[in-house]
């Protein structure tokens, strides 16, 4: 494994592929926080491995597993999943493995970006966040890449969503966030993006989901289903703050052109009713930093958006809403070659994420 | 990965080359443990890191370090060296990495020994060796292999040499050691050996080299240069208690035929001087046990056959003896299409063993 310190992917002739274009694999991270995943995540842990299994039946998938979850991560999981053993802070694949990006001759390597946990000493999630943060370039390690160091800057995988043709998705409040790169302006973080991405157009979103602590990541809340076609995550009810939100997001989208200059074509996609932690469920979370981690009645940031673009695949989650079969038949006909699997996912959700947070593709 | 509980190597057409036939790369495991390695393991993992270099010129070299040593494991060896998160006990790859197989097709597939420390809670060196004992099938997970469970079994690699031609060379000191199988009789272990290296003469040496602490692994005192052929570790020093020892293996080896019916030729390799421990290395030993792990004046098991064969290079030790260029010189004349490395291992030694010991081939 090169660590590549000077130059950047646009400068060598890589760039990040849309989620939809070819997998050659998928990472994920076997959940064991006990402040993340309520009463020692054996629930997270079971929804975790049908993700594994069902990602599995499209393209090779590897979970990271802790040494002490080593043996419980292999007896769970089936025996086409490859189980490795990673030292994390947390089980955000999307957010802490590295971006891929491929050139023409469908060589990969690997982005490592910093990591803060969303934000740092400012609003971050937890600390320390040491071991997600030498996560990247252990995977790089592990798959023989090469891997760009580009740990100056603070950056999730799931705050971007590309189109693979020039364009990236992000919002605002999280690329902007004063946790993250507080002395670069948007024109520098713009930069960035379209030199290590390999885009010429960045597309700001005002917002993303109401109380998705991660200052609203775009994948809960807009991703490209192809190249010119966006689904937005969205509430028809006025009453709701998230309404005004996706509003927002919808607005901007009507706006702009991509980087081919195309209007993009927005499907929306139905939010389930709001879900809400329980007294019980917080009961069986640890406290973070002499805090509790939620606290009964509060609001979590369900969305169906959150899905993963496997090579055979849509997995998706289910909240055991009306709204859930709904939600599938948009998807189902937004990929009409891809078989959508629906997977209960509130254990998922209470972490803090979804589906599409604990994977990571790997192109190609 | 597929962990196979019924079925045995021989008896799907798959055979434990030797360690001259081709290889797909080497299995390393990074030192750290402050009872085997003198003060904090600097020195050895200097030595280590030597060994991986010279070894990574012939072949694909995956190097084991825990969390803890990982990013120094990264910046101490070369790039084109992998190095994977794994916990261990201790560094001693040979002895607990599996022990590969392969079929005509060129398929391989490694076997799980049990590891029980060299002798458990019998005559065993270190307690737990939990870690160790996973390390086998956790590298065939990585590596993308099946793996024989045959963790019932203990046994070491260090503990067998085989010609690919259906010989295998074991120590009955080791192998007969009640620490090990005390419920498996001679013949028993012979009937595992035959059926899971795929071998159908087992000569068994009645010793190793004096204080090796293995129970004398065979892998000290004696080896397979090409079928036919072994290195036999030798003194004139009739004084020194090895001179018997050497000589008993010697008239042993004189006594038998390899599975093909042959004669074994047998060339003597020079033993250094006897090496022994300072007490100011011993001062740098935490204990084990309660008990300190060496005593100043303590012989180590010093010894040239100890060394690893690479596709392109033989791997061996130096110890500042006169007897390193003569050593050195016999090897290069056995191995003359392979370039013969020595490496100063004093620090490899103190910690136990030598080149061999904390090396595995991948065979194919």
């Not at 890589?14 to 991270?29: A, D, K, S, T």
């Not at 390690?141 to 999730?156: A, G, N, P």
């Not at 994948?219 to 689904?231: H, L, T």
């Not at 930093?289 to 998706?316: C, H, Q």
Request: hydrophobic share 35%; with cysteine.
């Amino acid at each position: 494994m090169r660590q590549i310190k000077n130059g950047t992917p646009a400068g060598d002739g890589f760039r990040m592929p849309g989620e939809f274009e070819h997998h050659r694999g998928c990472i994920m991270i076997f959940p064991e926080r006990p402040d993340s995943w309520q009463y020692g995540g054996y629930a997270a842990r079971k929804a975790f491995a049908q993700v594994a299994e069902a990602i599995s039946r499209s393209e090779k998938v590897t979970v990271c597993a802790s040494g002490a979850q080593y043996d419980n991560a292999r007896a769970m999981l089936p025996e086409q999943i490859r189980v490795v053993e990673m030292s994390s802070n947390d089980a955000w694949a999307r957010d802490y493995a590295p971006t891929f990006v491929i050139n023409e001759k469908g060589e990969i390597r690997g982005i490592d970006w910093g990591f803060n946990a969303w934000g740092g000493l400012y609003d971050g999630l937890y600390f320390p966040w040491d071991q997600d943060n030498r996560m990247a370039r252990k995977l790089c390690d592990l798959l023989e890449t090469d891997v760009y160091d580009k740990r100056e800057f603070i950056l999730e995988g799931g705050s971007i969503h590309v189109d693979g043709e020039g364009t990236c998705l992000v919002t605002e409040t999280c690329l902007l966030s004063p946790g993250r790169n507080p002395g670069l302006s948007r024109e520098d973080i713009e930069e960035i993006l379209r030199k290590y991405l390999n885009v010429s157009t960045v597309l700001w979103l005002p917002c993303g989901i109401y109380k998705d602590e991660t200052n609203e990541h775009v994948d809960n809340i807009c991703a490209f289903v192809k190249p010119g076609e966006v689904v937005l995550a969205w509430t028809e009810d006025q009453d709701d703050v998230q309404y005004g939100m996706s509003r927002a997001c919808l607005e901007y989208l009507e706006r702009v052109t991509d980087a081919k200059g195309r209007r993009l074509k927005v499907h929306k996609l139905p939010l389930p009713k709001p879900v809400v932690i329980t007294g019980e469920e917080c009961a069986g979370l640890d406290n973070c930093w002499d805090e509790p981690t939620r606290t009964p009645g509060e609001r979590l940031a369900a969305s169906y958006v959150n899905f993963y673009i496997a090579n055979k695949a849509i997995v998706m989650p289910g909240f055991g809403d009306p709204a859930d079969a709904r939600a599938k038949e948009i998807l189902q006909g937004l990929f009409p070659g891809r078989e959508v699997i629906q997977i209960y996912a509130r254990d998922i959700l209470i972490g803090g994420g979804n589906i599409h947070c604990i994977t990571q593709q790997i192109p190609g």
